[in-house]
């Protein structure tokens, strides 16, 4: 069941935000104090990684693509077909469960092997880990094993994905065999550094994994690795 809390306009939904943030915000675009994309950001001032739908009648391609770079967690044009209204509360529920990270760790698997079945892919997790993270959680992890045997010159290019938890954070480790990432590489995912056009190709799609793991309140670290090749820690917060 979904417990829904309504606000009349902008400025009281901001207040009972900062009062009782809920799982989820679902917000119009047209509304009289102030627009959807400026109560998105300003919930993401306070809440960065709360999750916020912007869910409107006035949908165009420009309104969507300003909502993305503002952070928006997913965007839905209303319809008047009573199932739209099921295909919303489905979103709902999809943004603010927790993430099984087993479950992600195997579909990532499968879907690499299918994609590159010369390479030798491995998963270790307990079946009971689970984080509070962006749904786009597989697509950066997928990124990150997709990279990993791209760029490697192995015969046969071996990438094992390890989880574990200690009290607050999952870590999960993707270990390769391939040569050392490139420094540049290495800054977009670990400094604090805006997208530029030198970010194209792979390094695009690492900015993309730092962005996905940001939204979950994450982090990135490199680890040694005893071997040749890279570990790349993915530390995310652990479901309560």
Not at 37 to 59: C, D, M, S, W
Not at 86 to 97: K, Y
Not at 133 to 150: D, G, K, T, Y
């Amino acid at each position: 069941m979904i417990s829904v809390e309504t606000a009349k306009g902008a400025s009281s939904g901001l207040d009972i935000i900062t009062d009782n943030p809920p799982d989820c915000v679902v917000a119009d675009y047209n509304m009289p104090d102030m627009d959807g994309l400026e109560l998105l950001a300003a919930v993401r001032e306070e809440h960065p990684n709360l999750p916020f739908i912007l869910y409107t009648g006035q949908g165009n391609e420009t309104i969507a693509s300003q909502a993305a770079a503002a952070d928006v967690t997913d965007y839905l044009n209303k319809d008047t077909d009573p199932e739209h209204y099921d295909h919303l509360c489905n979103l709902i529920r999809t943004v603010v469960e927790n993430i099984t990270v087993e479950s992600v760790l195997q579909e990532v698997i499968s879907d690499m092997t299918s994609k590159y079945p010369e390479a030798e892919l491995t998963v270790e997790c307990p079946s009971e880990l689970s984080v509070r993270a962006s749904i786009r959680l597989r697509q950066a992890l997928e990124e990150l094993v997709e990279n990993a045997i791209e760029h490697n010159d192995s015969r046969i290019p071996e990438v094992q994905i390890s989880a574990a938890q200690n009290e607050d954070t999952v870590k999960i480790d993707i270990a390769d065999n391939g040569p050392k990432i490139p420094a540049m590489e290495q800054n977009v995912l670990i400094k604090p550094k805006e997208r530029s056009p030198l970010y194209h190709g792979s390094g695009l799609g690492l900015w993309l994994v730092k962005l996905i793991v940001s939204r979950s309140n994450g982090q990135i670290a490199f680890d040694q690795n005893s071997q040749a090749g890279n570990i790349i820690c993915v530390k995310l917060p652990k479901s309560m």
